[in-house]
């Protein structure tokens, strides 16, 4: 019975002593210095127009910060390739595919994305109005990644000709094939179809 009590003492004391070494060593990892080089993990990002805190790995795509960090889910992430539009956002009111740009890349820098749209009163961007005037989305898929594309053409140019609408939203897929109803709503918010 003894040697039980002994034992059992003995073991309370290992695990005892292995949490106390883990937490004095956590406590000095926590304290010291970053590396030299090495990439800082909390970031403030500047989102739909409110600052971020974030923790974010070197190697994570915007894309992924945005829908699974910040629970911003209308950036769709579709092929993760650079290729469909689904992950498109603006970035200091430019487009860029969120899934190929690292989150790291845009500290300091503005990032909209669809849900940055509507205005806080309710009030429907004048591109997300024209979409639903035009019926443009079918599966709604690409929605997101069309509306943004629209918003940062007609930043650059507010009154496109078909063409350049069409050049301009031509680096988003829409596997429906409502490329006319997209197009046609992007000269309604151009003002240029009624």
Known sequence: ???????????????????????????????????????????????????RRVDVLPQETLCYTLRYKLGLTGTKLG???????ACTVLIDDVTHYSCSMLTHSVKGRRVQTVEGLQAAD????????????????????????????????????????????????????CRCGSYDHYLNAVMRASGQRT
Not at 79 to 85: D, I, P, S, V
């Open 1 to 51: 019975m003894n040697a039980r009590l002994n034992r059992r003492r003995f073991i309370k004391g290992v695990i005892a002593s292995g949490v106390a070494a883990t937490a004095s060593g956590n406590w000095y990892s926590a304290v010291a210095e970053r590396p030299k080089g090495a990439v800082e993990r909390l970031l403030s990002i500047n989102v739909n127009g409110r600052t």
């Open 79 to 85: 092929c993760n390739r650079g290729e469909c539009g």
């Open 122 to 173: 309710g009030t429907l961007h004048p591109v997300q109005q024209a979409f639903i005037d035009e019926l443009a989305p079918q599966c709604g898929f690409c929605t997101p990644g069309q509306l943004m594309a629209a918003v940062g053409l007609l930043k650059a140019n507010p009154t496109p000709t078909r063409e350049e609408a069409r050049l301009g939203m031509s680096g988003n897929l």
